[in-house]
């Protein structure tokens, strides 16, 4: 049971828009640390999206875009692309665990 | 560009100790902005953080996993280190290494390609 819900998976057409919630609670989103967001195709390493709730890494296409309100974060993908199929998982820091957490990572299907 | 690689045994026995290093090349280890640590992915499950640590030795671990983590570092060799003791089939995953900018909740910017290590008689 992961301190971060992410929806197990999640699917769209091509060229569409599709959003993966992250929710938490008061001792970790709630409370104001940041969240990122990673890619991950089974057996490469994991590549980091989004940092800092909304910044993006250079490289990154504009295609995603995080936000955060809350206790809940959310990474949106538009214009969806078949190599955005993969993995994904949110990160945050939570104070009653005393280190970074991760949320169980959403499997993203391009239809 | 950065890179990290994952090196040890695949295999570990039941109650014996996991031992990985990670090989940091493209930079070096003893860099004042960046913490060093691992990462794993148990089969089917998702990513859990195990712990990390400075290149001046302070070391920062999971509580859970606290009393049995070691991590070190290597500065001559450009390296560290993880050592897991007392293992279980729980502790069967992926293990990555990666460089992140702080230790509290902060953002892992590169990381190795894994290694998976299963723990079985």
């Known amino acids: 049971q992961s301190v971060l819900t992410q929806p197990p998976s999640v699917s769209g057409a091509p060229g569409q828009r599709v959003t993966i919630s992250c929710t938490g609670s008061?001792?970790?989103?709630?409370?104001?640390?940041?969240v990122h967001w990673y890619q991950h195709l089974p057996g490469t390493a994991p590549k980091l999206l989004i940092y800092g709730n909304t910044n993006r890494p250079s490289g990154v296409p504009d295609r995603f875009s995080g936000s955060k309100s809350g206790t809940s974060a959310s990474l949106a993908i538009t214009g969806l692309q078949a190599e955005d199929e993969a993995d994904y998982y949110c990160?945050?820091?939570?104070?009653?665990?005393?280190?970074?957490?991760f949320g169980g990572g959403t499997k993203l299907t391009v239809l | 560009q950065l890179q990290l690689q994952e090196s040890g045994p695949g295999l570990v026995k039941p109650s014996e100790t996991l031992s990985l290093t990670c090989t940091v090349s493209?930079?070096?280890?003893?860099?004042?902005?960046?913490?060093w640590g691992w990462i794993r992915q148990p089969p089917g499950k998702g990513l859990e953080w195990i712990g990390s640590?400075?290149?001046?030795?302070?070391?920062y671990y999971k509580q859970s996993l606290k009393s049995r983590v070691t991590i070190s570092v290597d500065t001559s060799k450009n390296q560290f280190s993880l050592k897991l003791s007392s293992v279980t089939a729980a502790d069967t995953a992926v293990y990555y290494c990666?460089?992140?900018?702080?230790?509290?909740?902060?953002?892992?910017?590169?990381w190795g390609q894994g290694t998976l290590v299963t723990v079985s008689s």
């Open positions: 493209g930079g070096s280890i003893s860099s004042s902005n960046y913490y």
């Open positions: 990160q945050s820091y939570d104070s009653s665990l005393g280190g970074s957490v």
């Open positions: 640590l400075f290149y001046s030795g302070s070391t």
């Open positions: 990666a460089r992140s900018v702080g230790v509290w909740g902060d953002y892992f910017d590169y």
């Open positions: 008061s001792s970790n989103i709630g409370a104001g640390y940041d």
